[in-house]
């Protein structure tokens, strides 16, 4: 008996890679229909008005969108409907919607300029998908080409979101001088422009999320919720806008340490 032979392991069958990239799987595609449902929600709440929950619904849209791809690799669900899918979805979430929303808001009473940086944008956050999805498997992961188009949406929804807050209409002027649709008309076309720009922007892929961490990380943590929990329009857009900016910073950095090579 104990010199018995022991029958081979049968090997556990591999999935074929094809059948996998025409499989369509439910959780993470859920989380991406549930991006769409935002975008689609704050164009609607923007025609009736209601920017407020526009901008919320723009920024719920972004939670939803970061946490799909987490999802599928968590889950090993990636298919390519999926990447096809929160493409599609990221074009309204992060493209149609803001533009509507800042047009119908504040540009609309600018006439052809007005609809003219709304379709910057539009355009914009297009060029943007387009290029992220062919450069998928050749960019460093480190960093973003162009300001992604979660944040130039952001830029727009927190602008509309800080704005009502305040009691600041897209039709109020300040100083005498400065009118908000000017602010807006700003804000809309930094935004689309940045995104097909070449400048780097941080990722935060290359995070370890199962690396220890020295304690004060975790109080900044803890501190960045309270925040946030404490003015969430506010935080949130200054955050974002200082991201916008972290580019063009780090261009100029760079360009700066050639020079002096």
């Known amino acids: 008996m104990a010199n018995q032979p022991v029958p081979p392991r049968h090997p556990r069958p591999l999935i074929d890679p094809r059948l996998r990239e025409r ?22 709440q923007a025609m009736g008005g209601r920017y407020e929950h526009a901008a919320v619904a723009i920024f719920l849209a972004m939670v939803l969108d970061g946490l799909d791809g987490r999802v599928a690799r968590l889950t090993h669900t990636q298919s390519a409907f999926g990447a096809e899918y929160d493409s599609l979805s990221d074009m309204v979430s992060f493209g149609v919607a803001p533009a509507l929303v800042l047009y119908v808001w504040a540009l609309k009473p600018m006439g052809k300029l007005g609809w003219i940086a709304a379709f910057i944008y539009c355009a914009g956050a297009a060029l943007r998908l387009a290029r992220f999805n062919t450069k998928l498997d050749e960019s460093d992961k480190r960093y973003f080409q162009g300001l992604p188009s979660p944040s130039a949406a952001a830029l727009l929804a927190g602008l509309v979101w800080v704005s009502y807050e305040n009691g600041v209409s897209g039709s109020d002027i300040f100083f005498g001088w400065l009118h908000m649709k000017w602010v807006a008309w700003g804000f809309t076309v930094f935004a689309g422009l940045t995104m097909v720009s070449d400048l780097r922007y941080f990722s935060g892929k290359d995070f370890n999320l199962r690396k220890s961490v020295p304690f004060v990380v975790i109080l900044l943590i803890v501190l960045a919720f309270v925040l946030v929990s404490y003015s969430p329009p506010e935080v949130l857009f ?14 100029v950095m760079r360009r700066v340490r050639k020079n002096a090579a």
Do not use: C, K, Q, R
């Open 23 to 44: 499989s369509i799987y439910l959780l993470p595609n859920l989380f991406t229909t549930g991006a769409l449902f935002a975008g689609f929600y704050a164009v609607v």
């Open 238 to 251: 200054m955050l974002f806008v200082v991201y916008g900016l972290s580019g063009y910073v780090g261009w």
